[in-house]
């Protein structure tokens, strides 16, 4: 009937007294709870309590043992960073960022894979960064590398997988990118998308009309597709994400793209898919959009079409609010840093305060 109970210091109601030997006082005290002497101790700012016996003196008979057996300190695995990626992925695998980690992971492997995070230094970074760089790798990639490096080992420092996790020394976060295509660029890539590539032309159709980024387009499912009220829902339920998805209006232009073919994938054997190559769910588009690229003359990465969007919405004079809502951002600040200068009203009632005529 013995058992361990852990309590906080500050509750329960008990009868104590302290168990001295020649040697002086223990390291834990014999105490009363209801019927029963118990042994309780002090262990990383908690009590912990366990039954003994109903008899006083059998409690202090077996209290030295009894400790010594349940009070020895439990030794922690020793973890390298590989250690903490793969403990980081399998307890957050349901996060999307999971998918990105093992890119980033993998270039960080060579560096900083088999160290421990009490080993790394700000001269590790610096080497990392200079390798990358001379790569031909971009210091926003560098970043973002090193910054899932930090999220990561910070992650395992809360949950105390590690003690402390070390400073983690990145290159400054270069200035958004003012690349973005114009609708005659848009219009080229839709054009003289191959015949055969259906699915990466409605895919490049969906993320410049709903500015999705292409994880979620890759996820969205026709269950998400509302023809009646004209929508697009571009969240997953049941998934909390670090980056925000909305619901959005679909133009005429997708509407048309996406009820054809909803008609071929009812026709066809699918999971459901709004984009699917042979009936199955898409993982990249990587070569797909590499190949279009190549095709058209027009060199464009996937996050351009939702930059893009967002850029023609700021042209157009829609409100930062309104923007950022069409985005999913939480809030307007990242949408004003990036997107306000696009907007023809930007600043303009300032300049009036600066006119130089009578």
């Known amino acids: 009937m013995s ?57 202090v008979r077996l209290a030295p043992a009894k400790f010594a057996e349940l009070a020895q300190p439990i030794e922690k695995p020793i973890l390298s960073v590989n250690d903490v990626f793969k403990l980081y992925m399998t307890e957050n695998a349901e996060k999307p960022i999971c998918v990105t980690l093992k ?38 990639t560098i970043w973002t590398e090193l910054g899932h490096l930090r999220m990561v080992l910070r992650w395992a420092e809360k949950h105390k997988y590690i003690p402390e996790a070390p400073y983690i020394e990145k290159p400054m976060k270069p200035e ?16 003289d998308c191959p015949a055969h590539l259906s699915h990466l032309r409605l895919a490049v159709l969906l993320m410049i009309s709903t500015g ?15 023809f009646d009220r004209e929508q697009v829902d571009l969240r997953v339920a049941g998934m909390g994400r670090r980056k925000g998805r909305a619901v959005v209006p679909m133009s005429k232009t997708l509407k048309e793209a996406l009820s054809n073919a909803f008609v071929s994938a009812k026709e066809g054997r699918t999971e459901g898919f709004v984009i699917e190559w042979g009936g199955k769910p898409i993982r990249t588009l990587k070569r797909s ?10 060199s464009f990465t996937a996050h351009m079409l939702r930059h893009s969007a967002a850029v023609w919405l700021a042209e157009d004079g829609h409100s930062m609010h309104e923007i950022s809502q069409f985005l999913g951002h939480s809030n307007t600040i990242i949408t004003e840093r990036v997107y306000a200068r696009f907007s023809p009203a930007y600043l ?7 006119e130089l005529t009578d």
């Open 103 to 140: 890119y980033t992971s993998k270039a960080l492997r060579p560096m900083f894979g088999n160290k421990l995070p009490s080993e790394i230094t700000v001269a590790h970074c610096r080497e990392y960064t200079a390798d990358r760089r001379a790569r031909d790798l971009k210091d926003g």
């Open 289 to 298: 959009l590499n190949l279009l690229a190549e095709t058209t003359g027009i």
């Open 212 to 226: 999705a980024r292409l994880s979620a387009a890759l996820q969205l499912k026709w269950d998400r597709i509302d």
């Open 3 to 59: 058992e361990i109970q852990q309590v906080n210091t500050s509750t329960g109601s008990e009868t104590q007294g302290n168990f001295v030997n020649s040697q002086g006082t223990e390291p834990y005290r014999i105490t009363r709870l209801h019927d029963w002497w118990c042994l309780t101790w002090e262990e990383e700012g908690n009590r912990r309590r366990y039954k003994l016996s109903m008899d006083y003196q059998e409690a």
């Open 348 to 354: 303009r009632k300032l300049s009036s305060s600066l």
């Open 176 to 191: 958004p990118k003012e690349d973005y295509l114009t609708r005659q660029q848009i219009q080229k890539l839709l054009r």
